[in-house]
């Protein structure tokens, strides 16, 4: 973890690997509760740490207790609680939440995304959480909370090349989504109350754009940038 205050030069903020070479990366950032939280990649079960601004200190390890989640994908908060997915090859994704950074409760139990290697992205939007989980049927989108837990699109959109959802944000009170789609290239979709439409024409009209890799939301518009391994990333605005 490195740190940058605006003015002076960027410093390592944590000890290499949270002092365990297995963390391998950090894969997951938020603030909750006037801390900032990571979560990480470890193949011995993925840990998530929280840093006060003094001093870090361990809130999860061993992937929740199932070494097989081996990375925080996300961590989101919504309604005053924190909430980390995870990726599980073995098992299928998980979804765990906390209110105070010490105690998590499991929301999405392994197995219950079935076949599915995880948690690719988490978003709140309209006062609810949602998921995308990758499927070979393509992309699913799930309503997280309010419960009950439900799938909230078809999968891929009805697209099946449409695997997965790397990103997705709130814009304007709605959920946008982008996909990945390795044959027409990346989509961006929208959920207006329980109505899906696409955005985007396929990989901004160059199949190139193999995924939509990132959203963001700045002086009222909406960016989003692309994979693209053939002419270099893009970034498009909306509207």
Known sequence: MWAFDGINPWFQA??????DSNNGGVTALATFDGSLYAGTINHSGAEIHSFSGVTWAPRSTGGFGNVNNYSISELVVHDGKLYAGTLNSDDGGEIWWTSNGADWFNT???????????VSSMAR???????AVKSGAGVQVWRIDPLPIVQVNSNGFGVPDNSDAHDMVE??????????????????WRLRGTHWSQVSISGFGDAD????????????????GTR????????WRYP
Request: a negative charge.
């Open 125 to 131: 939007a309209a006062g609810a959480l949602y998921a």
């Open 209 to 224: 754009n193999l995924s939509i890799r990132s959203l963001g939301v700045y002086n009222g518009d909406l960016f989003a």
């Open 108 to 118: 999405v139990p392994a197995g219950f995304f079935t076949s599915q290697i995880g």
């Open 14 to 19: 944590n000890a290499s690997g949270f002092g």
């Open 171 to 188: 814009y304007g009170g709605e959920l946008y989504v982008g996909t990945v789609n390795d044959g027409s290239g990346g989509q961006v």
């Open 228 to 235: 693209n391994d053939t002419d270099g990333c893009e970034i």
